[in-house]
Structures are given as C-alpha cells and as structure tokens.
C-alpha cells in the first residue's frame, strides 16, 4: 500500500506550459549535438524552422 499523500497544488494551465517550455529548452541545449551531419541546405531549413518554433512559443506566452 501507498503511504504517500499529495499536498501539492495544481497549477494553472500557463505555468505549465511556461515549465514545459522551459525543460523543453533545457534538454534541446543540452541534447544537440555538436557537429550536424546534414547537408547544409538541410541545416539552414532546421534553423529556421528553429526560430520560427521559438517564435510561437513566444506569442503563446503573451
């Protein structure tokens, strides 16, 4: 049998998504990896698609 109890608080929707942003952030800049082995047509596109998810990311905050 389980002898824990939660007295913890549930949080509100924004500050959720505000930690999951921030751990997701974390992990992708401690994840990537130091050289890509793509073609760099293919790397220019994910950087893009990199600032183009960062900036979503900002106006869902707002």
Known sequence: ???YTDTS???DRRTSRSICDA??????QH???LESD???SLE???NQLRK????GRQ????
């Open 38 to 40: 793509l073609p760099p």
């Open 1 to 3: 049998m389980n002898s």
């Open 9 to 11: 608080e549930p949080i």
């Open 44 to 46: 220019n596109l994910m």
């Open 23 to 28: 751990v997701g952030e974390r992990l992708q």
């Open 31 to 33: 994840l990537r990896p």
């Open 59 to 62: 106006m869902l905050q707002n």
């Open 52 to 55: 183009q998810d960062a900036g």
